[in-house]
């Protein structure tokens, strides 16, 4: 039940970041000003659509705005959307994601030196923190400056004196969140900075959202942070990546 819900989550969490178009498919998510960011623009398609209708629409579409036709697919076993794009000559990358959920709620062992305050909008300090780091860069600045605003979107920003180090976000709907941005500033990294956020989010969603928390994660390191939080691995998730060249 559990992995259910968090597979209807991740086909839905563009939405955060991305406008969105309803169909009888599906969803379409865009933004036209981020179009290096994929999980910006993408589409799902539910398994008991007509396929042929749904790609011909999605293809039209990101094709009239000039970003790469692309879908998501998030299954246990193998996606019957997925295959069928493939036998329409879609390219494919499929990833086995880990997923955590914090089924014993912990606070992590650590002195706390980090001031941690609530972020209502995204300033250059943010901008440069990204930057300090390839992988995140302009895509992953733009997708927080579309949900900074957005309705149970919560970005946390972690300072030592006076300068801002690491970011993490929280974004729920009903009884389930989602842990993003995890991200520490490249010279500030094996400090402890990524603990104390942690420990802040565990206690916010324990006092003020109560909701089942998640995230994913690859990075060995962060996992044995995420872990001392009582999060626990659950069965992979397979994403699929499709995209028309």
């Known amino acids: 039940m559990l992995i259910e819900k968090i597979i209807k989550f ?46 011909k629409e999605i293809v039209n579409f990101y094709q009239s705005i000039d970003i790469t036709p692309q879908v998501y697919t998030f299954s246990r076993n193998k996606s019957k959307v997925g295959q069928y794009l493939e036998s329409k000559g879609f390219k494919k990358s499929l990833d086995e994601i880990c997923f955590f959920v914090q089924k014993n709620k912990k606070i992590i062992d650590i002195p706390q030196t980090l001031h941690v305050k609530r972020l209502n909008h995204i300033d250059e300090t943010i901008n440069e923190l990204l930057c300090s780091d390839k992988e995140q860069g302009e895509w992953g600045y ?95 998730i397979v994403r699929g990546c499709y995209w028309l060249e």
């Open 142 to 236: 733009k997708s927080l400056l579309k949900s900074i605003d957005k309705e149970n979107f919560y970005l946390f920003g972690g300072y030592v004196d006076g300068e801002l180090v690491c970011i993490a976000s929280l974004y729920h709907k009903n009884d389930i969140s989602r842990v993003n941005d995890v991200f520490t500033k490249k010279d500030k990294r094996g400090k402890g900075y990524g603990s104390q956020l942690i420990n802040f989010i565990t206690d916010f969603n324990d006092k003020t959202l109560k909701t089942v928390s998640y995230l994913y994660a690859h990075n060995p390191n962060a996992i044995k942070v995420y872990k001392k939080a009582g999060y626990e691995e659950i069965n992979a």
């Open 10 to 55: 991740e086909n839905n969490f563009a939405e955060v970041q991305s406008k969105v178009i309803e169909k009888p498919f599906g969803k379409i998510f865009y933004d036209k000003s981020n179009p290096l960011s994929y999980d910006s623009n993408h589409a799902f398609i539910n398994d008991d659509s007509d396929y042929e209708f749904a790609i």
